[in-house]
T-cell receptor
């Protein structure tokens, strides 16, 4: 069974600063994918970034990047130059061969102006 | 950009009533999913659907639930006899191929309130 753990329930960051959201996962799959989703107050699920486990290079998307530590089964999200619009719930998720997404409990990020 | 469309955005129903939640996946997508998020909790997988049949379902997806793709465009989730604990946000998602590789597109969700 796959499990995804987000141990921090909430974090706060000053606008323009950098924040890192933690995530660990446990999977027996050899080939899997990792995702970060953003859920603003509208509750829509928006893909932030995706990492393929067989790629050693960390994924980046503009101000968003990941620190993927495969041996440690860690997948943290770094948000640089935080903006007010980044305030949301962030979910870490993984998926294996069966394509089913397994989500963590999420972390609420607030951005202070 | 193509979207997954879900209707209604909010539905209130009485306990014991049947509800049908509707989704229109992206037109060239082949894999379809339903997820559920009880308020304040994590998002949980319900069911995946491919080639007109269920490919996987979770323990939550019991006999009260069913899915259907009745006309080649809509993808529906039916709850036969709703319970209070079915109150949640229900998300539809679709994927062009095996979701892991192609990624998933989520709809905006339907908030179901059972009273």
């Amino acid at each position: 069974a796959q499990t995804v753990t987000q141990s921090q329930p909430e974090m706060s960051v000053q606008e323009a600063e950098t924040v890192t959201l933690s995530c660990t996962y446990d999977t027996s799959e050899s080939d899997y994918y990792l995702f970060w989703y953003k859920q603003p107050p509208s509750r829509q699920m928006i893909l932030v970034i995706r990492q393929e486990a067989y790629k050693q290079q960390n994924a980046t998307e503009n101000r968003f990047s990941v620190n993927f530590q495969k041996a440690a089964k860690s997948f943290s999200l770094k948000i640089s130059d935080s903006q007010l619009g980044d305030a949301a719930m962030y979910f870490c998720a993984d998926t294996g061969a069966n394509s089913k997404l397994t989500f963590g409990k999420g972390i609420t990020l607030s951005v202070r102006p | 950009e193509p979207e997954v469309t879900q209707t209604p955005s909010h539905q209130v129903t009485q306990m014991g009533q049947e509800v049908i939640l509707r989704c229109v996946p992206i037109s060239n997508h082949l894999y379809f999913y339903w997820y559920r998020q009880i308020l304040g909790q994590k998002v949980e997988f319900l069911v995946s659907f491919y080639n007109n049949e269920i490919s996987e379902k979770s323990e939550i997806f019991d006999d009260q639930f069913s899915v259907e793709r009745p006309d080649g465009s809509n993808f529906t989730l039916k709850i036969r006899s709703t319970k209070l604990e079915d109150s949640a946000m229900y998300f539809c998602a679709s994927s062009e191929g095996q979701g892991s590789f192609y990624g998933y597109t989520f709809g905006s969700g339907t908030r179901l309130t059972v009273v």
